[in-house]
Every structure is written in structure tokens, then in C-alpha cells.
Nanobody, 113 residues
Framework: VQLVESGGGLVQPGGSLRLSCAAS????????MSWYRQAPGKERELVAT????????EYADSVKGRFSISRENAKKMVYLQMNDLKPEDTAVYYC???????RGQGTQVTVSS
């Protein structure tokens, strides 16, 4: 099982990033997928979740209206489009298959001027 995130980086406030998560080694289309984030000294936060078929999404209040989660089951990919980024969005972001221990190592997102 492997989940590999990419797309993180340094961006100015108000900017955008698109994170990607490539899955392999398990039945990706069976699982709802989530993005989490963890900033230094803070608890892990569930950012967004998408259902196995992609028809249902949920977001943390802190990102609602700014972030969008999507997936492509044929490619075993899940994405997080992040717009209007704020300094408080700075964290390591990682993807995880719901109701499993499958998770990636994460990608750093830093929002700073």
C-alpha cells in the first residue's frame, strides 16, 4: 500500500495550490478518502473528505468555500484544490483512506509573504 502526496510548497497569502495524492496497492475505489493537516504544536485536523464514488464531500469549517476535494478512481488519484490560502493554512497535508491505516507521508504547505 502506498499513498504519495505532491504539490505542496511556499505560496503567498491569497494564492492557490493543488495537492495530489497517488494511491496504489489497495482497492482505491472502495474507500472514502480524506485530507488531513497538522501544523507544529497543533492537533491534526480533518480538512476534507470525499466519498468512494466522489458524489459526496465534506469540509472543515475553516476551509469551506476555499478548498475543494476531488478524485479520479480510474487513475487512483485524489486532489485538494486550495484557494485564497491564509497563513493559518500552513501545515503538513496528507491523504488517508477512511476506516483504514493507509496514509501518506505528507507534503508541506507554507503560506507566507
Amino acid at each position: 500500500v502506498q499513498l504519495v502526496e505532491s504539490g505542496g510548497g511556499l505560496v503567498q497569502p491569497g494564492g492557490s495550490l493543488r495537492l495530489s495524492c497517488a494511491a496504489s496497492g489497495f482497492s482505491f475505489s472502495w474507500y472514502a478518502m480524506s485530507w488531513y493537516r497538522q501544523a507544529p504544536g497543533k492537533e491534526r485536523e480533518l480538512v476534507a473528505t470525499i466519498s468512494s464514488g466522489g458524489g459526496s464531500t465534506e469540509y472543515a469549517d475553516s476551509v469551506k468555500g476555499r478548498f475543494s476535494i476531488s478524485r479520479e478512481n480510474a487513475k487512483k488519484m485524489v486532489y485538494l484544490q486550495m484557494n485564497d490560502l491564509k497563513p493559518e493554512d500552513t501545515a503538513v497535508y496528507y491523504c488517508k483512506a477512511r476506516d483504514s491505516n493507509y496514509r501518506g507521508q505528507g507534503t508541506q504547505v507554507t503560506v507566507s509573504s
